[in-house]
């Protein structure tokens, strides 16, 4: 089993959808979880980090099922510049500080008029 | 917010040429800094973890004698891809982090070895 699993995608939207993403990964002592947003032939950026309660920013809202070892975002109201894809990433050094990060394969989000 | 630069973002060279990659941490000290690579369509894969002032830590099937890695200062750390092949071409992203747990990338260097 991979370390941390996508959804494949890619998802293609209109304008003002709302859309899920998945993520499930396979260590239980995984202690840190992030969604980043690449866009095509750039860099990682974070979009938000995951909490276990739940954590919301704007469009934007981030769930943490610890038991099901899963993950998901959800965004409303999408926007054309939403499109990109979205990385499921998990701290890979369990139980330290450091910055390891362990990241899915993405799942590409095209948002169209 | 915290800033990595990484430089330089575009290398197109000969195969055999070595190519060396900068990647500075701007406005924090780093002692740790990670080194990425990801090929078309793939998830980032970590290479190796930098340490300032100590021999880097190697993923498994990476050559540590392949693509060498320098952290001389808490700012500063360099990958060589050392007698790069047409498959090393690939997407190298440094990363670190004030925290640890937050990383913030580097723009990414694509290398393209003819």
């Known amino acids: 089993r991979k370390e941390v699993e996508q959804d494949p995608g890619p998802f293609n939207v209109p304008e003002g959808a709302t859309v899920a993403f998945n993520c499930t990964y396979s260590n239980s002592a995984s202690q840190s979880f992030f969604w980043y947003r690449q866009d095509c032939r750039k860099e990682p950026k974070l979009l938000m980090s995951v909490y276990s309660s739940g954590n919301e920013d704007g469009r934007f809202t981030a769930q943490l099922n610890r038991a099901s070892q899963y993950i998901s975002l959800l965004i409303r109201d999408s926007k054309l510049s939403d499109s990109a894809t979205y990385l499921c990433?998990?701290?890979?050094?369990?139980?330290?500080?450091?910055?390891?990060?362990?990241f899915g394969k993405g799942t590409k989000l095209s948002v169209k008029p | 917010g915290a800033v990595v630069s990484q430089h330089p973002s575009r290398v197109i060279c000969k195969s055999g040429t070595s190519v060396k990659i900068e990647c500075r941490s701007l406005d924090f000290q780093a002692t740790t800094m990670f080194w990425y690579r990801q090929f078309p369509k793939q998830s980032l894969m970590l290479m190796a973890t930098?340490?300032?002032?100590?021999?880097?830590?190697?993923e498994q099937g990476v050559e540590k004698d392949k693509f060498l890695i320098n952290h001389a200062s808490l700012t500063l750390s360099t990958l060589t891809v050392t007698s790069a092949h047409p498959e090393d071409s690939s997407f190298y992203i440094c990363s670190a982090g004030p925290r640890g747990n937050i990383q913030y990338f580097g723009a990414g260097t694509r290398l393209s070895v003819l």
């Open positions: 930098s340490n300032e002032g100590s021999k880097a830590t190697y």
């Open positions: 990433v998990v701290n890979g050094n369990y139980g330290g500080s450091q910055g390891n990060l362990i």
